[in-house]
């Protein structure tokens, strides 16, 4: 097979995703002929807030929940803030001010916490196991009579490994807390339902499942308070005040309904395990971090032993193939991931990690050009960098 080096392969999915056409046709319907105001109580403004009515429909028949339990909003920060702020404030004359979370939550969640911290809530991370995962025991140990929330993601962001967030809602219920979930990573990739799942709140992210950008919900269980982070118009039932984003919550709402229509995730499945093993056979010192079989099935997070992975997401990027690193650039440093770092992984592995996250558009064709590509990169950095001997090629899926 003749393959063109100049191929593009986006395999960075977890960060953003493509729009699917047919988002993209109801936007730009909305956008020419829709411009109504919804909250107006003409005809535009009746046809604009149908169209909310109709996009909150889907994402609430996305997640098994009730339409009037979907509150828009900006995405999924701004849906995870409403969650965590809006249900501390809520429990304030409930005298209930201790917060937990996961040690290995996407900033939104941690910088908040970190705020609330800050200010007159203590603040609680929880521990993982070396695969990433939240044991309910973990939560047992720090749970108390105070607590007013548990936030645990449904799948992480880098590793894509998926916690039990049943069981460690019911630890939550059991000491009347409530429990919210970061399910940014996991809609529209494993079928999310919440009753199944039993929390009471959970966010999700439109650009993370086909839909634009800047636009999300929280959905907030039929009962529970929240204290709105922004005030203004009464939008959203009093929950979050603005003008609505009809463009972005129509395209929203269609993302959620091509999400529901798609019949599991074998196909990406199998891709993901082909550019895995092709990886770890092929590229000697190579390993998977995270659990290998909970986990979403578009995410791969390998580490590549002596070589720097920001190098190496560059000299990738050369070839026209688009990864990611675990590690966030904050002021000029590389801060080794807090997500591998929380699992007991070596500054030095957590460094060398590659998210590679696979979805709409990816084909066999490309994987097999990645795995083509992969071994020669990676000798090329080791050799300028003096690293390049001593590798057998057992490579392995163990972590450590
Ligand atoms: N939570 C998780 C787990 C994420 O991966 C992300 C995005 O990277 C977010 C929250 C933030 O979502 P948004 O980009 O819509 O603000």
């Known amino acids: ?33 829709q411009f109504g105001n919804a909250s107006s109580v003409h005809s535009y403004g009746q046809s604009a807030k149908a169209a909310v009515d109709d996009a909150r429909a889907a994402v609430a028949a996305l997640l098994g929940a009730n339409p009037k339990e979907i509150v828009f909003t900006g995405g999924g920060t701004e849906s995870d803030n409403l969650a965590l702020r809006g249900v501390a404030e809520a429990l304030v004359p409930a005298k209930r001010r201790h917060l937990i979370a996961s040690s290995i939550e996407h900033e939104a969640v941690l910088h908040t916490l970190k705020a609330l911290g800050k200010r007159d809530w203590t603040v609680t991370l929880l521990p993982v196991d070396e695969s990433g995962v939240v044991t309910p025991a973990a939560l047992e140990e720090v749970i108390r009579d105070d607590t007013a929330l548990v936030s645990v993601m449904h799948a992480n962001n880098e590793i894509g490994t998926i916690q039990p967030v049943a069981e460690l809602a019911a630890i939550a219920h059991r000491h009347g807390a409530l429990f919210h979930t970061d ?41 529970v308070r929240l204290v709105p982070t922004a005030t203004g118009g009464r939008q959203e039932r009093n929950r979050r005040a603005g003008t609505e984003n009809v463009p972005g919550i129509v395209g929203l709402g269609m993302a959620a309904q091509v999400a529901r229509a798609k019949t599991g995730q074998t196909e990406i499945g199998s891709l993901r395990d082909r550019l895995e093993s092709g990886i770890l056979h092929t590229v000697p010192g190579t390993l998977v971090n995270g659990d290998p079989t909970q986990r979403v099935a578009n995410t791969t997070n390998i580490s590549f032993d002596r070589v720097e992975a920001e190098t190496l997401l560059i000299a990738l990027d050369l070839e026209g193939i688009a990864v990611s690193t675990g590690s966030a650039c904050s002021s000029g440093t590389l801060e080794p991931s807090h997500v591998l770092r929380a699992m007991g992984y070596s500054p030095h592995r957590a460094q060398n990690s590659i998210r590679f996250s696979l979805g709409l558009g990816n084909t066999m064709e490309q994987i097999e050009r990645v795995i083509e590509v992969l071994p020669g990169v990676v000798e090329k950095l080791r050799r300028i960098s003096g690293t390049s001997s001593g590798f057998s090629r057992a490579s392995s899926v163990a972590g450590g």
């Open 183 to 223: 399910a940014v990573q996991s809609v529209g990739k494993l079928n999310v339902d919440v009753a199944s799942l039993d929390v009471d709140l959970l966010a999700l992210s439109a650009h993370k499942f086909n839909g634009p950008k800047g636009v999300g919900a929280l959905w907030v269980r039929r009962g």
């Open 1 to 33: 097979m003749v393959r063109s080096k100049s191929m593009r392969i986006y395999l960075d999915h977890n960060a953003t995703t493509p729009v699917d056409p047919a988002v993209a046709t109801a936007i730009t319907g909305i956008l020419t002929d």
